[in-house]
């Protein structure tokens, strides 16, 4: 069964304050881990895909790295706005296509 | 921008009553899927639809649960007879290439008294 473990929970940073937050995944032959960021209320929201140990991913202030055991979400000099709860999900290789399992999530909380 | 829409956002409902929650995904995807979050939980894989039919089910998926693509356009998953463990946020979510990078949906709250 695969197995998704984020940490830490909650993260509080000031803005400008720059920090990591990581995925532990255990999964029978990865087909891609996601990160997600979901608002209060909201569905997730696609941020990116990695496939290989080794790949990174960038977008703003953010950056998703993977291992063969893990993912950092980097976030570089945050702002308020990046403030969320941010979701770390795997794909396996023995299911459909689109089937996730998802991590607990990163409460992330940027103070200005 | 294309969106998932969906409707009701907030239902409640008695215990053992029907629901049925409706989603119009983005209007080119081929792949459709539900998601359920109960309140404070991880976000659960329910179900995955492709070319009119159903391409996998989770175990929460029993025979209470069932979708259907009724038109061209909507989704749709009902709950037979609600139990107070269905209450939860259900995400609707589709994808054109059965990728996982999906696109959600902003939920429909489900309340069971």
């Known amino acids: 069964e695969d197995q998704v473990t984020q940490s830490p929970e909650a993260l509080r940073l000031q803005e400008g304050e720059s920090s990591s937050l990581n995925c532990s995944y255990t999964?029978?032959?990865?087909?891609?881990l996601f990160w997600y960021r979901q608002d209060p209320g909201k569905g997730p929201e696609f941020l990116f895909t990695?496939?290989?140990a080794g790949e990174e991913k960038e977008k703003e202030r953010l950056k998703a790295t993977l291992t063969k055991k893990e993912s950092f979400l980097h976030i570089t000099a945050p702002k308020p706005e990046d403030s969320a709860t941010y979701l770390c999900?795997?794909?396996?290789?023995?299911?459909?296509?689109?089937?996730?399992?998802f991590g607990q999530g990163t409460i992330l909380t940027v103070h200005p | 921008e294309p969106e998932v829409t969906q409707t009701p956002s907030h239902q409640v409902t008695q215990m053992g009553q029907e629901v049925i929650l409706r989603c119009v995904p983005i209007?080119?995807?081929?792949?459709f899927y539900w998601y359920r979050q109960i309140l404070g939980q991880k976000v659960e894989f329910l179900v995955s639809?492709?070319?009119?039919?159903?391409?996998?089910k989770s175990e929460i998926f029993d025979d209470q649960f069932s979708v259907e693509r009724p038109d061209g356009s909507n989704f749709t998953l009902k709950i037979r007879s609600t139990k107070l463990e269905d209450s939860a946020m259900y995400f609707c979510?589709?994808?054109?290439?059965?990728?996982?990078?999906?696109?959600f949906g902003e939920g429909s709250r489900l309340t069971v008294l």
């Open positions: 979510a589709s994808t054109s290439d059965g990728t996982g990078e999906l696109f």
């Open positions: 999964v029978s032959g990865l087909r891609g």
């Open positions: 990695l496939y290989s």
């Open positions: 999900a795997v794909r396996d290789g023995g299911t459909s296509y689109g089937k996730l399992t």
């Open positions: 209007s080119n995807h081929l792949y």
């Open positions: 639809f492709y070319n009119n039919e159903i391409s996998e």
